[in-house]
T-cell receptor
Framework: KAGVTQTPRYLIKTRGQQVTLSCSPI?????VSWYQQTPGQGLQFLFE???????NKGNFPGRFSGRQFSNSRSEMNVSTLELGDSALYLC???????????????FGSGTRLTVV | TQLLEQSPQFLSIQEGENLTVYCNSS?????LQWYRQEPGEGPVLLVT?????EVKKLKRLTFQFGDARKDSSLHITAAQPGDTGLYLC?????????????FGEGTQLTVNP
């Protein structure tokens, strides 16, 4: 079965612009989480969606937002980009909401965002 | 301060050697997972441990969850170049709606042929 698909794979944006990243989870998975990965900070939790509802949010400024559609696909948006937003953005899907069980994530390959 | 401290940060060894990497915290976790990430890819789940003292084996990899559920170790026997990658531990605190999966910064393992 198809894995988690993230688009685009690579993106170069200018400071001040906004960007939208897309994630299609594994068919049947209803939970989608987003993480930011940088060399200095590791994987930092952004937010988690389950059945179109945001279940959990990390400690990121309001410039970072997301949503989930009825088909479980998710998007995240970053407005007014800063140089420090350059990172690998990873999407992870899970069969059930992690709040219930100790299920693992299936990650996509990520979107490499570079802000110049 | 990281919730999960992984050590060592970097490890470079020769093929055939054994190694152990650690994941430590001062907090108690309901579960702990290990992932491996290769360059240009997302992390891949290796194992989930739930019970204090639990030991799980995956071919040449042995995972252990500490008795107090605050720490874990990953031991690789006779490492191979294909084991090269970033090894991440991740843990979930609590079971309620505020629960989230938190990752350590990882151990970058290089196995030289």
């Amino acid at each position: 079965k198809a894995g988690v698909t993230q688009t685009p794979r690579y993106l170069i944006k200018t400071r001040g612009q906004q960007v939208t990243l897309s994630c299609s989870p594994i068919s049947g998975h209803r939970s989608v989480s987003w993480y930011q990965q940088t060399p200095g900070q590791g994987l930092q939790f952004l937010f988690e969606y389950f059945s179109e509802t945001q279940r959990n949010k990390g400690n990121f400024p309001g410039r970072f937002s997301g949503r989930q559609f009825s088909n479980s696909r998710s998007e995240m948006n970053v407005s007014t980009l800063e140089l420090g937003d350059s990172a690998l953005y990873l999407c992870a899907s899970s069969l059930v909401s992690p709040v219930w069980a100790n299920y693992g994530y299936t990650f996509g390959s990520g979107t490499r965002l570079t802000v110049v | 301060t990281q919730l999960l401290e992984q050590s060592p940060q970097f490890l470079s060894i020769q093929e055939g050697e054994n190694l152990t990497v650690y994941c430590n915290s001062s907090s108690v976790f309901s579960s702990l997972q290990w992932y491996r990430q290769e360059p240009g890819e997302g992390p891949v789940l290796l194992v989930t441990v739930v019970t204090g003292g639990e030991v799980k084996k995956l071919k040449r990899l042995t995972f252990q969850f500490g008795d107090a559920r605050k720490d874990s170790s990953l031991h690789i026997t006779a490492a191979q170049p294909g084991d090269t990658g970033l090894y991440l531990c991740a843990a979930r605190r609590g079971r309620g709606s505020g629960s989230r999966l938190t990752f350590g910064e990882g151990t970058q393992l290089t196995v030289n042929p």
